[in-house]
Nanobody, 127 residues
Framework: QVQLVESGGGLVQAGGSLRLSCAASGRTFSSYTMGWFRQAPGKEREFVAAISGGGGRSDYADSVKGRFTISRDSAKNTVYLQMNSLQPEDTAVYYC????????????????????WGQGTQVTVSS
């Protein structure tokens, strides 16, 4: 069983930055593909970014490409989401998700492909 705990959310003005963290339990963290999703009020949960177990590959939604960066520190069992140039439309609850890696080249974008989920952290961007 893997437990994921997000932190780092908050209120920020448009154009600002936040860094989200997701701490994972378990001794096989490096074998897990990790992802970030978000859900705004009244909307479906959407893919934000994903990173391979070794950290060598990443994938981003078009809406955040060039502004957000996903990374991981296997020594700390933690995955990060650095969010820059935040806009009001980035306001959402952000969720960390994980699953055992399928293959090195495949980074899932659909929420049902992930097994483990954190409780979410609220990010609010004011205009």
């Amino acid at each position: 069983q893997v437990q994921l705990v997000e932190s780092g959310g908050g209120l920020v003005q448009a154009g600002g930055s936040l860094r989200l963290s997701c701490a994972a339990s378990g001794r096989t963290f490096s074998s897990y593909t990790m992802g970030w999703f978000r859900q705004a009020p009244g909307k479906e949960r959407e893919f934000v970014a994903a990173i391979s177990g070794g950290g060598g590959r990443s994938d981003y939604a078009d809406s955040v490409k060039g502004r957000f960066t996903i990374s991981r520190d296997s020594a700390k069992n933690t995955v990060y989401l650095q969010m820059n140039s935040l806009q009001p439309e980035d306001t959402a609850v952000y969720y960390c998700a994980g699953r055992v890696g399928v293959s090195r080249d495949y980074l899932p974008r659909r929420s049902y492909e992930y097994v483990y989920w954190g409780q979410g952290t609220q990010v609010t961007v004011s205009s």
